[in-house]
């Protein structure tokens, strides 16, 4: 590919903070090499070319696309210590886990990417609290979970999670998502609140339990051999914008979450608070499978963002 040109491929909608971080790295790069390099993104690839959100980082591995960003629980086949965003009630402080992304932990994870892939990471991205929503009644604790079929992605961790909080895992492409849940194939989801109002979910599940049992990060991949064959300018500077673009999302995760709940409407959607009764109920049922990935993962990986 041409390196005058660098293309970003997403999967949000044109409102979604990823995709309003990715515009902000196309001005900086504009800015930084005075229009030497045509940045082009598509940040919604499922709706304009129908393609598959799972099939993103496996183009920009193979460079039919210089960077995209992605979930980090699709990637733990590849870099397993990204498991440690896969367990539920581990990670409850942002800015203790923004510190080790841009620290040892995200130093960790960058070495691996290059080891195990043909990617590096440019960039850790905010993927917010994930928390549950579904369509038949109000989520307090496992109990109510009970029966519920639930869309999981594409990760065994979160499938064991699911099962030992009483739902019935199914994974399925975030593309296909709303349609699941409107028709009722699933009758439950968890998701940042972001991507349950951006995608429209909330539409079709009036309850929304607030039970921030993942933190989710994004990683903004690019195509290795695409990267050290650019210019040393375009490196510097995709570096570089990747900084100032990172801040910007991260500070755009954190209002979106606020500004949602100010607008969430009552006849629509009903929010459940968790007691401190009712977050450790879901705690002692996952229990199980925190104690067996400490053992795997380690106790120095924990110690990174607990």
Known sequence: MNPSTITLGGYQPPASVHNQAAEVLGRELSDRLSGAVNFEMDGNM?????IKAFDLPAMVDAGDLS????????L??????????DLP??????????????????????AKFRVNTGMRVLGFWDNGFRHFTNGVRAIHGPDDCAGLSIRTMSSELHQQTFR??????????VADLVEAAKSGRID????????TFNFGTNHYHRHITLSGHFYGMVLVLANNAQFESWPQAVRDAVTEGMVVATAAQRDLAQAEDADILEKVDPAENEIVHLTDTERAAFKAAVGPLLAE??????????????
């Open 67 to 74: 960077m995209c960003y992605f979930a980090s629980s699709y």
């Open 89 to 110: 009630f581990v990670i409850e402080d942002r800015a203790k886990v923004y510190a080790a992304l841009d620290g040892a932990l995200g130093d960790l994870l960058k």
């Open 76 to 85: 733990a086949d590849k870099v397993p210590e990204l498991g440690i965003f």
């Open 188 to 195: 439950a989801q968890e998701n940042p609140l972001t991507n």
């Open 293 to 306: 990935q400490r053992k795997i993962l380690g106790e120095d990986l924990f110690a990174h963002v607990e």
């Open 164 to 173: 030992l909080l009483r739902f019935e895992p199914t994974f399925v492409d």
């Open 46 to 50: 499922v709706a304009t070319r129908g």
